[in-house]
């Protein structure tokens, strides 16, 4: 069958493009069924989805089903790309984060171009499910666990998929279908953007036990997976040696918490030879789990820059309200191994978590400023269903969204508040911009550093809407929009 694998564009501000790794996972197990996949990312893409089906209709071999992934702040570009392919008479389903906290939504009847919506990991449940269409039998008859559907007017919602216990059993990720051309570097906002990389990321692991009160993990719940070191190893030769990486991202949620593994895989990278293209921990690996021989192992493996949620410079917040189960020595240790080891460092800090007040956002800026990584994010409190944090806000606050998008972190604006007394959604707000403009405009050093950043004067343009938006803000981020927002989410 000829299948599209999408993922819709997010209407969010952000100049960063990243493959969207499930798809190529999805899209390599359809191949060794037999399927035509293609991936059609909306972010790196000039036509619509419909112009592919249009072309593949005019050559006679026109598409039959499209998938699509969502988070949930793009769950209603998710929508808009099903309607409009609807239009065109295929079968339409929609998995990822936002299905699995939310499946029986998309199926309502506001919702009728969407068929069928997945919950949980999907390698084995879309085989079945495409194997079924293909057949000519209805998928829902087959009793798939993850697939969600109507019958006479009722939705029908399964057990989510169980978790793939043997990572290694699967194939790489289609990483070829990536039109990767198109895609920019992996580093953070704060960082130089080049639209010429090659960055590919990899998964050594799904999940993490950690149980974080702000961090949305629906698929993969508190289970912790690991590939094995020479899978891992295999991919990595293919990126590497086959695909020509200029950057490798790992993207796991906690690459390291088996320290022995992480240690092994970076021995066995250097072994190899692996080592010539760099990479980075894109969204953070775990303090605790690390010690100097690690860094040192790192560095020798290829790695560049290693990323940490550090969250709070609070150590109350940090136990009793993020429960991140880490210290802040911990914290400092970790940086100062990673800076001994010549590595590259970046800091995550979060603001207006609730409980936090103007101390505990002030211990947040001076712990990012003593830490002094090379990039730090601070990032906005954003409220999402189906975690401990979304539970207290709904017993004990309100969320200010319109509708899901609003809860994208980049669109950078208050989105909750707590009936405390105390929690000021102004006032995180102000602590956030503060930080970046106290770590980023008030050093000199800083702002020398940033100076003689090349990036910054090739890409000025995209330099001066940043400055905008971190250090001053705009009228539509300001906090008196959200007072005439309702809650409806
Ligand atoms: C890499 C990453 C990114 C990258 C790349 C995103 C991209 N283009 O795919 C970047 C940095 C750009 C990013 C941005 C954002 N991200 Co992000 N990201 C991740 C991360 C770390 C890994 C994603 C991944 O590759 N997972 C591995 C694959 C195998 O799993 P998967 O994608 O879930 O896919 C499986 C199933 O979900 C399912 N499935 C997925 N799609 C489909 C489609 C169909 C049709 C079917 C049947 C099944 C199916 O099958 C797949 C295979 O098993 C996850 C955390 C995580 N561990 O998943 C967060 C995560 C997905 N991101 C998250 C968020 C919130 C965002 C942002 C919205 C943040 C923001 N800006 O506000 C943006 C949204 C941008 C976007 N395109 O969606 C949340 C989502 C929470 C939620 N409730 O939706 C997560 C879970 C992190 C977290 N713990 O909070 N992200
Ligand atoms: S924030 Fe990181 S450590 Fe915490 S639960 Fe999420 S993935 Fe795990």
């Known amino acids: 069958m000829r299948i599209i694998l999408a993922s819709p564009e997010a209407k969010v501000w952000s100049s960063r493009k990243h493959i969207p790794l499930g798809l190529g996972y999805l899209a390599a197990v359809l191949r060794e069924a037999g399927h035509d996949v293609l991936i059609y990312d909306a972010a790196i893409e000039d036509a619509p989805v419909t112009a592919y ?34 239009k065109r008479g295929l079968t339409t389903i929609l ?73 290694d059993s699967l194939p790489f990720p289609a990483h070829d279908l990536f039109k990767i051309d198109q895609y920019t570097n992996l580093q953070p906002l704060t960082d130089g953007l080049d639209p010429h990389a090659r960055s590919f990321t990899i998964l050594t692991s799904r999940g993490c036990p950690y149980k974080c009160t702000f961090c949305s993990k629906p698929v993969t719940g508190n289970t912790w997976r690991g590939r094995s070191v020479e899978n891992v190893v295999a991919e990595w030769r293919w990126l590497v040696e086959g695909l020509h990486a200029t950057e490798i991202g790992v993207t796991d949620d906690i690459w390291n918490l088996k320290l022995p593994r992480a240690k092994a895989l970076c021995r066995r990278l250097a072994e190899e030879n692996l080592n ?64 001994a080891a010549d590595l590259q460092t970046m800091g995550f800090f979060i603001y207006g978590m609730p409980g936090d007040t103007e101390e505990t956002m002030e211990a947040t800026t001076q712990l990012a400023l003593e ?56 006032l995180v707000l102000r602590k956030w911009r503060e930080a970046y403009r106290r770590f980023y405009l008030y050093r000199p050093k800083r702002l020398w550093q940033k100076a003689t950043d090349k990036s910054l004067w090739m890409n000025l343009p995209e330099t001066i809407a940043n400055a905008r938006r971190f250090f001053l803000g705009s009228k539509e981020q300001a906090v008196e929009a959200r007072q005439s927002q309702k809650a409806t989410v």
């Not at 209709?57 to 699509?68: H, S």
């Not at 990323?307 to 911990?330: C, Y």
């Not at 309100?398 to 989105?415: M, T, Y």
């Open 53 to 86: 089906l249009d072309a593949a209709e005019a050559e006679g071999r026109p598409y039959e089903l499209v998938g699509i992934t969502a988070t949930t702040p793009l769950i209603n570009d998710a929508w808009e790309m099903a309607s409009l392919v609807k």
């Open 276 to 339: 010539t293209v760099e990479w980075t921990t894109v969204h953070g690996m775990k303090v605790n789990h690390a010690d100097p021989e690690l860094f040192q192992l790192m560095k020798a493996a290829g790695a560049k820059r290693v990323g940490f949620g550090v969250e709070s410079g609070d150590p109350w917040m940090l136990r009793h309200v993020i429960r991140k189960a880490q210290t802040l020595d911990q914290v400092r240790n970790a940086f100062r191994w990673a800076k």
């Open 371 to 426: 830490l002094d990584p090379d990039l730090a994010n601070f990032m906005l409190a954003g409220p999402f269903p189906g975690t401990a944090m979304w539970d207290v806000i709904m017993e004990q606050g309100e969320v200010f969204a319109k509708d899901w998008s609003d809860l994208a972190i980049h669109d950078q604006k208050a989105r909750f508040t707590i009936h405390d007394g105390q929690y000021d959604p102004d």
């Open 95 to 167: 998995g990822g984060p936002h299905l699995t906290i939310m499946p029986a939504e998309s199926l309502g009847p506001e919702h009728p171009y969407v068929d069928y919506t997945f919950k949980g990991e999907a390698e084995h449940g879309i085989v079945e499910f495409v194997d079924a269409l293909e057949r000519g039998e209805r998928p829902e008859d087959r009793d798939i666990p993850g697939l969600n559907y109507r019958r006479n007017g009722e939705i029908v919602v399964s057990p989510i998929s169980p978790i793939i216990e043997d990572l």
